[in-house]
Antibody, heavy 125, light 106 residues
Framework: QVQLQESGPQLVKPSETLSLTCAVS?????????WGWMRQTPGKGLEWIGR???????SYTPSLNSRLGISVDTSKNQFSLRLTSVTAADSALYFC??????????????????WGPGIRVTVSS | DIQMTQSPSTLSASVGDRVTITCRAS??????VAWYQQKPEKAPKLLIY???SLERGVPPRFSGSGSGTEFTLTISSLQPDDFATYYC?????????FGQGTKVDI
């Protein structure tokens, strides 16, 4: 059974770096899916952050591209998120996700078939 | 960016009711639409992908339809476990966007 579990600090100071890790169990991270991050806030709803393939190839949402890094550690079967220079606007419920890689010739993103339970991160001094 | 507009925002229903939620895209997304169910402080759960394909393990009372710009999620006979918020997602565009959600309550 595929399970994803987020971990990391739940309180981050403004201007610092938010770092989260997603541990994957029941499935090998090298088995051909995308692994990514979503966040949810009352104001903006569900927002795609980015994804990584086991090769290390990444895709990021343009609005966060300059502050974002997503990496994969295949030896630990986990992947990570780093978001630099955070502000209160980055406070959210963060989810890690899995996405199938197949899509048609005219689609450029993916749906999410597995999600972690989520971790609430607050940016505050 | 593609906008996904769900209606209604809130829906009051009873056990056994047939429920339909609509999602309209601001431009054509072909059939690249998924639907999710979310309960408070839980992760969304995938119900439908590619507009009408039922995810494994999801009860057949859930169904999806549509193409282009108009999509529907139907629950044929509402069960107590179905009271939740439902979201549509388009995944045609690079950044993918979600609707604002439809809360189904009693």
């Amino acid at each position: 059974q595929v399970q994803l579990q987020e971990s990391g600090p739940q309180l981050v100071k403004p201007s610092e770096t938010l770092s989260l890790t997603c541990a994957v169990s029941g499935f090998s991270i090298t088995s051909g899916f995308y692994w990514g991050w979503m966040r949810q806030t009352p104001g903006k709803g569900l927002e795609w952050i980015g994804r990584v393939y086991h090769s290390g190839r990444t895709s990021y949402t343009p609005s966060l591209n300059s502050r974002l890094g997503i990496s994969v550690d295949t030896s630990k079967n986990q992947f990570s998120l780093r978001l630099t220079s955070v502000t209160a606007a980055d406070s959210a419920l963060y989810f890690c996700t899995r996405s199938p890689t197949s899509c048609g010739p005219d689609c450029y993103s993916y749906y999410f078939d597995y999600w972690g339970p989520g971790i609430r991160v607050t940016v505050s001094s | 960016d593609i906008q996904m507009t769900q209606s209604p925002s809130t829906l009051s229903a009873s056990v056994g009711d047939r429920v339909t939620i609509t999602c309209r895209a601001s431009q054509s997304v072909s059939t690249w639409v998924a639907w999710y169910q979310q309960k408070p402080e839980k992760a969304p759960k995938l119900l439908i992908y590619k507009a009408s394909s039922l995810e494994r393990g999801v009860p057949p009372r859930f169904s999806g339809s549509g193409s282009g710009t108009e999509f529907t999620l139907t629950i044929s006979s509402l069960q107590p476990d179905d009271f939740a918020t439902y979201y549509c997602q388009e995944y045609k565009s690079y950044s993918s966007t979600f609707g604002q959600g439809t809360k189904v309550d009693i």
